[in-house]
């Protein structure tokens, strides 16, 4: 009866199957409240914000691990992947995001108030001293690489192992597909907890910084959202005109519809949908 209740609760439907966004949004503002209720309550959340932080930084080099090490395992040899093209348009976009996001930071320069940590910093002296120190990263040890988040190994690694487990019984390679799917659903679960940890992030830094870092946290979110609406929406159409020789933009809101958008909201989908149909209508 008790878990009938629940699950016709619609808080309990909220929390569990509600948009992401509209939760973020009430953390949000639920923090902002509470650090100008009680600064010193305030201060006492912010081990949600780092236990959130924490465990998303975690879980995420064990799920890139996973999800290259399942792709590769499982391709079937004499398919025709295209992997190169996509590599190359890849870093091709990597490269125009990172353009724009240079541009972005010298147009409209953010100040973000970080907490320094003492220590002596070593810079590189060299070409020859980043491409060595480059090299010993991808060579490093697994357990050491997931450990200290080292994507260059994690990669490598991965990749190398997918090669070597496509000759594995198809048995492995569904052990293989199944673990990578556990680590996705872990990564969904904590992700649901993003309300939480930005309550508690919001709350422990309004109370510690006061509110004037509020205005330094929304231009950094104009100027960040401002890049992303750019390349959504002019230079990745640019790219993909440039391989398909017409209207791009069916395909770029299919993409935002399918990939993007449902990441944090299902109820954009639709909209979305009948959007991408004019598109088609119109311009096809």
């Not at 939760?23 to 959130?52: C, D, M, N, V, W």
Request: charged share 10%; proline share 4%; glycine share 6%.
């Amino acid at each position: 009866m008790a878990t009938l209740l629940a699950s016709s609760n619609p808080v309990v439907k909220f929390i569990k199957h509600g948009s992401i966004v509209k939760q973020i949004i009430i953390g949000l503002i639920a923090g902002i409240a509470l650090a100008a209720i009680s600064s010193e309550s305030a201060q006492r959340t912010a081990l949600l914000g780092e236990l959130f932080v924490t465990a998303l930084k975690s879980v995420a080099p064990v799920l890139v691990l996973f999800l290259v090490m399942a792709a590769i395992a499982n391709h079937r040899q004499g398919a025709q992947s295209r992997m190169g093209r996509v590599l190359i348009l890849y870093l091709a976009g990597t490269f125009s995001a990172a353009v724009v996001a240079v541009i972005a930071s010298f147009l409209f320069p953010s100040t973000i108030q970080l907490q320094v940590t003492e220590g002596v910093l070593n810079p590189p002296r060299s070409v020859d001293e980043v491409l060595l120190g480059l090299l010993l990263s991808i060579v490093d040890n697994p357990v050491k690489a997931i450990f200290n988040a080292n994507y260059m190994a994690i990669l490598a690694w991965a990749v190398t192992l997918g090669i070597g487990l496509r000759n594995a019984g198809e048995s492995t390679k569904l052990v293989i597909q199944d673990i990578s799917n556990a680590v996705t659903y872990l990564v969904k679960l904590i992700i649901r907890f993003a309300p939480v940890g930005v309550f508690g992030i919001v709350a422990s830094t309004i109370a510690t910084t006061g509110f004037s870092v509020l205005n330094e946290y929304a231009h950094l979110l104009m100027v960040l959202i401002g890049c992303m609406l750019l390349i959504a929406f002019i230079v990745n159409p640019i790219i993909v005109f440039s391989q398909i020789r017409r209207n791009p933009y069916p395909l770029v809101l299919t993409c935002l519809r399918e990939s993007g958008i449902t990441a944090f909201s299902h109820e954009v989908q639709p909209r979305i949908s009948r959007l991408t149909w004019r598109w088609r209508k119109n311009w096809d």
